[in-house]
């Protein structure tokens, strides 16, 4: 089973901000790689595909980087509405796993 | 638009077997486009992936649940279905259906909460 390692578990930032979420993969899983979004009450919403391929309707300052093992997912000017909790995913290999999440509450 | 719909008891008593309903709209589980999944999430906890059906009806679980589990699909009903038996404390959950296309959980359905409970 392939492990998803995020960081940090909980941050709190103010509006208009840079929020740099990383998850590393125990094993290298090359670009299989997906961010969700999850606001409270809510079922998860794919942002990133493959790392850092855009997905259509996703805001533009949601942004996805790297390959292998390490990976981040940045939020350039946070607005009030991305108040959520994080989460990766790989697709590499079965068991399909996530992280364990990093929630993002607005100061 | 897909859209996923789950269904079924909110209360399951220890032992006994959880089962839920996944109703299908926007899309045929009989579409080579898609794996049907189901993924749970603890109290206030992560996302746990549970397993899948393809629509020739091959099956992947979870190791960590697979001698407890079935995952089966009613292609007349556009449903697909979660059967996880001797369940205990542990399995309360908010269940989720989705759907898995390439490498993607792209649509999902709200969620239902199953508590084990005497």
């Known amino acids: 089973e392939i492990v998803l390692t995020q960081s940090p578990d909980f941050q709190s930032v103010t509006p208009k901000e840079k929020v740099t979420i990383t998850c590393r993969a125990g094993?290298?899983?090359?670009?299989?790689l997906h961010w969700y979004q999850q606001k409270p009450d809510q079922s998860p919403k794919l942002l990133v595909r493959?790392?850092?391929r855009s997905v259509s309707g996703v805001p533009s300052r949601f942004r996805g980087s790297g390959s292998g093992t390490d990976f981040t997912l940045t939020i350039n000017s946070l607005e009030a509405e991305d108040a959520a909790t994080y989460y990766c995913?790989?697709?590499?290999?079965?068991?399909?796993?996530f992280g364990g999440g990093t929630k993002v509450e607005i100061k | 638009q897909v859209q996923l719909q789950e269904s079924g008891p909110g209360l399951v008593k220890p032992s006994q077997t959880l089962s839920l309903t996944c109703s299908v709209s926007?899309?045929?589980?009989?579409?080579?486009?898609?794996?049907w999944s189901w993924i749970r999430q603890h109290p206030g906890g992560g996302l746990e992936w549970i397993g899948y059906?393809?629509?020739?009806?091959?099956?992947y679980y979870n190791p960590s649940l697979k001698s407890r589990l079935t995952i089966s699909v009613d292609m007349s009903k556009n449903q697909f279905s979660l059967n996880l038996s001797s369940v205990t404390a542990a399995d309360t959950a908010v269940y989720f259906c989705?759907?898995?296309?390439?490498?993607?959980?792209?649509?999902w359905g709200q969620g239902t909460l199953v508590t084990v409970s005497s």
């Open positions: 059906i393809s629509f020739s009806g091959t099956t």
């Open positions: 995913h790989q697709s590499s290999s079965l068991p399909l796993t």
């Open positions: 094993q290298s899983i090359g670009s299989n």
């Open positions: 493959f790392a850092s």
């Open positions: 926007g899309a045929s589980l009989s579409s080579a486009h898609y794996f």
């Open positions: 989705a759907s898995y296309s390439t490498g993607n959980f792209d649509y």
